[in-house]
């Protein structure tokens, strides 16, 4: 009995026996108060429980410049054409790759954007082209002018009109000249031998295709700075640019996609090359179908439109080191030459993004962290870079871009990269070639968001504060009020008395 009657004297907890206690209006009162406010707490904690909170903090980043970050883009050009179009990357680390095919689509479009219907596949070839070692001067000019009066007339009257587009400034115009006049001189002579009827090519080039005799084939010459309206419709870009027409497929007919309205050769130069890719070309049309297509067609024909301007849209990624570097696209031929105040950079960014594409499945997964991952990580997308008439000729347009990594941690320790940027524009005036330039800059910090949840025991922790602070504070509230109206009776006693 007497170690029961010290172990209660431990208790912390005396009780008042009830007799001695007094229940009053205040106290009630401050207990309904107290109730509801513990309740109104109890709900504000679940809820902040519930709550998954975002911390954001900024960090050193730790990749390696030798790792490589893809760059995802689509960019429409609706003035340079697809044929000379290249995408260039370079970076201080030395590296330099030009023309990238590999990882790279481009398709024809018009001047609104909209596609031509087929992809382009073959363009400038990027190897040293052949052309004839010595120069021959015996064959003089053989080759027939063509100007903006005469061309649609040629073009209709023979089945296949080979055009050397060419500039008398231009280097590889030069270098070709030569071997193209022999090429012409030759196929039009005509064989007087008993085997006409039949194509004969020797060391010697002897060979039939005379317009007046045969017509199947037609070798002639356009100087663009004469008919520079003429090349300008017809989108000649770079010099020398031969080109096939082939009769029925030279202009592209309302509505339609797909049409071919002319070939372009990207051979070798030299005259054997020349004479042997013509001749293979000639030979595959009947004469008898050339002959009485003449004798049907006598009258001239109308002038016919230009084909519509082609522009080229570009998509595809390339791979960069994260060191400071260009994207570069621009026109680039290894055997043409370019008059940069024709040139007209302006392009429409569809979408410029940095880093692995986040699926609808990763979103749907991380849907609290959206608004982390959509800021800032497209923002060329959507947006036209046109170059005017004042703005002059040989203009680049350049994208200056600091790009920041952002991880984004889950709650499920999934882990997003993504990359923001932001981006300012300007146009340059140079006498280079002019280009679209994406200069790279990356920082070498980066942004960390988490995904926090609270625990279990900070969550008792907290209700368990709740309800002592609300009965210890709704207590010393009763205790002040209750004494302050006793005390206020007892004056008033007083004052009786």
């Avoid at 689509?74 to 370079?90: G, K």
């Amino acid at each position: 009995m007497v170690s029961v009657a010290k172990f209660k004297s431990l208790d912390f907890f005396r009780k008042t026996p009830r007799d001695l206690t007094e229940a009053s209006l205040s106290g009630a009162t401050i207990s309904v108060i107290a109730a509801i406010a513990m309740i109104f707490l109890f709900g504000m904690e679940i809820h902040n429980y519930l709550t998954i909170s975002t911390a954001t903090s900024i960090v050193v980043d730790k990749s390696s410049c030798e790792d490589s970050l893809r760059i995802d883009f689509n960019i429409s050009f609706p003035v340079l054409s697809c044929e000379f179009a290249s995408v260039d990357v370079s970076d201080v680390l030395g590296t330099n790759r030009l023309n990238i095919t590999k990882t790279i689509r481009k398709y024809a479009i018009n001047q609104n954007y909209h596609p031509s219907g087929f992809e382009y596949g073959t363009g400038p070839v990027s190897y040293a082209v052949k052309h004839d070692m010595k120069v021959d001067e015996g064959f003089g000019d053989g080759a027939i002018p063509l100007n903006s009066r005469n061309f649609d007339k040629v073009t209709h009257d023979h089945p296949i009109v080979v055009v050397n587009f060419f500039a008398p400034w231009c280097h590889w115009s030069n270098l070709l000249k030569p071997a193209w006049e022999k090429t012409a001189k030759v196929m039009r002579q005509r064989l007087h031998s008993p085997f006409s009827d039949y194509i004969i090519l020797t060391r010697d080039y002897i060979t039939r295709y005379h317009p007046e005799f045969d017509g199947r084939i037609l070798i002639g010459s356009v100087d663009c700075t004469e008919e520079a309206e003429m090349c300008r419709k017809h989108h000649i870009q770079g010099y020398p640019s031969i080109r096939i027409y082939r009769k029925g497929s030279d202009v592209r007919r309302d509505g339609s996609h797909g049409i071919h309205i002319h070939e372009t050769y990207y051979g070798d130069r030299d005259t054997d090359t020349l004479i042997l890719k013509f001749d293979n070309m000639a030979s595959a049309i009947k004469l008898d179908s050339v002959k009485r297509s003449s004798a049907a067609t006598t009258e001239y024909i109308k002038v016919r439109p230009a084909p519509p301007q082609e522009g080229c849209r570009i998509e595809g990624f390339v791979r960069v080191k994260k060191v400071p570097g260009n994207l570069i696209i621009s026109a680039t031929s290894a055997a043409h030459s370019f008059d940069a105040s024709l040139m007209n950079m302006s392009h429409m960014i569809t979408n410029f993004s940095f880093g692995s594409t986040i699926t609808p499945v990763m979103m749907s997964d991380m849907k609290r962290l959206a608004p982390y991952l959509d800021e800032g990580h497209n923002r060329l997308n959507g947006h036209a870079y046109v170059t005017k008439t004042e703005d002059r000729a040989n203009v680049t347009i350049e994208h200056y871009l600091q790009v920041v990594k952002t991880e984004v941690m889950g709650l499920s320790h999934q882990l997003i990269e993504n990359y923001e940027y932001t981006a300012h524009t300007s146009l340059i005036h140079a006498p280079s070639i002019p280009a679209a330039k994406f200069h790279l800059q990356f920082s070498p910090m980066q942004v960390l968001i988490s995904e926090n949840s609270k625990s279990f025991s900070h969550f008792i922790t907290n209700l368990c504060a709740i309800i002592g602070g609300v009965f210890t504070v709704a207590g010393i509230l009763d205790s002040i009020l209750y004494n302050t109206c006793k005390l206020a009776k007892k004056v008033e006693l007083g004052k009786n008395y």
